[in-house]
């Protein structure tokens, strides 16, 4: 059986959250950027208010507090949300977020989809296919293109963008907030007739 027949992206959710808990204590984080701290944040949250965690996860509407940058500052929340990749058994994260009316981002928002697989079900297509399934969902918010960013060394990832249509775009400096490091920015086109 393929990543696509038995992949699929859920809500966070309670009956999801065992699982979600169970990787971050195996040391996985998921964000890319924040890596550990993150770990530790989530399942302090967690602990102290399961329910307002898995409803934080999920804020087209950009309600919730600013979010804190890998240097400690802090930016405005963007509306998105996250899907889980769930097999049977949780895989990972992806997450979307946008500003309404332009595929514009601002500089503290290195894209508009990000993701992480646990180590232990990488290698099986799962990001390629968790990164194609939720394209419909960004071209629902009316965007003609999605941006995605990544390390010139991770080649997985870059995998992963081109597989799913991705063209570079350039070679960009992140933000010092970021490290001011050097990335690659993909664009993925979502409407035929549009030129990202």
Request: proline fraction near 7%; glycine fraction near 12%; charged fraction near 20%.
């Amino acid at each position: 059986m393929d990543a696509r027949a038995r992949l699929e992206l859920v809500w966070p959710s309670k009956s999801y959250l065992p699982g979600y808990v169970a990787a971050l204590e195996q040391g996985w984080s998921p964000d890319n950027v924040r890596g550990a701290v993150v770990t530790q944040e989530h399942l302090a949250r967690i602990q102290w208010d399961a329910a307002g965690f898995l409803a934080g996860l999920v804020d087209r509407d950009a309600a919730g507090p600013p979010i804190e940058l890998p240097d400690g500052s802090t930016a405005p929340r963007l509306p998105g949300y996250q899907r889980w990749l769930w097999d049977g058994e949780f895989c990972g994260v992806i997450g979307f977020r946008w500003q309404r009316g332009t595929e514009a981002l601002p500089p503290y928002c290195l894209g508009h989809i990000g993701y992480s697989v646990v180590p232990w079900k990488r290698g099986r297509g799962y990001a390629t296919e968790a990164l194609r399934q939720i394209l419909p969902e960004a071209r629902a918010e009316g965007l003609r293109y999605v941006e995605l960013s990544v390390e010139r060394g991770n080649g997985a990832s870059r995998h992963v963008i081109e597989a799913n249509g991705g063209v570079l775009v350039a070679e960009v400096v992140k933000p010092a907030a970021f490290g001011g490091a050097s990335s690659l920015r993909y664009h993925i086109r979502l409407d035929p007739d549009s030129a990202a």
